[in-house]
């Protein structure tokens, strides 16, 4: 319930907010009528960013480094999360850790090993076809 104040003086009135003014009682103080009501709305932002890289020898080929570090859609749930990847290819490391933003000690997902060996998951799974690519074109 918001603070009723006397608009007059500045009496704390302790009355209802929806009551007609002809039904308010004057100030025990003053005798006015008028009042000054403070209300407090607080609202809650929280600014999520990430940062990611690539990192090449040449201007040509793949990076030997990709990093990620930020938020990502699950499309499993929908749910906004925390995911970092590291793709280190000079090393041959490849590292995947995806976090619920509201439990941040709590993985979801966790994959650590050789990238050699990180075949058949997200963009490395083998794509179908197309009906185009499939036809031949002369």
Do not use: W
């Amino acid at each position: 319930m918001p603070d009723a104040f006397c608009k007059g003086c500045g009496e704390v009135i302790v009355e209802k907010t929806n009551d007609p003014v002809g039904e308010r009682k004057p100030c025990p103080k003053c005798g006015s009528l008028n009042r000054e009501y403070h209300v407090k709305i607080e609202e809650k932002i929280i600014a999520i960013n990430g940062i990611g890289l690539k990192a090449h020898h040449g201007p040509k080929g793949q990076p030997y480094l990709e990093s990620y570090d930020g938020p990502d859609l699950q499309h499993k749930t929908g749910k906004l999360v925390h995911k970092v990847r590291i793709i280190d290819r000079q090393n041959d490391k490849y590292l995947e850790t995806v976090q619920d933003y509201n439990k941040t000690d709590q993985n979801i997902h966790r994959c650590e090993g050789p990238l050699s060996k990180h075949t058949g998951h997200g963009n490395a799974k083998l794509k179908k076809k197309s009906n185009y690519e499939n036809t031949s074109h002369t």
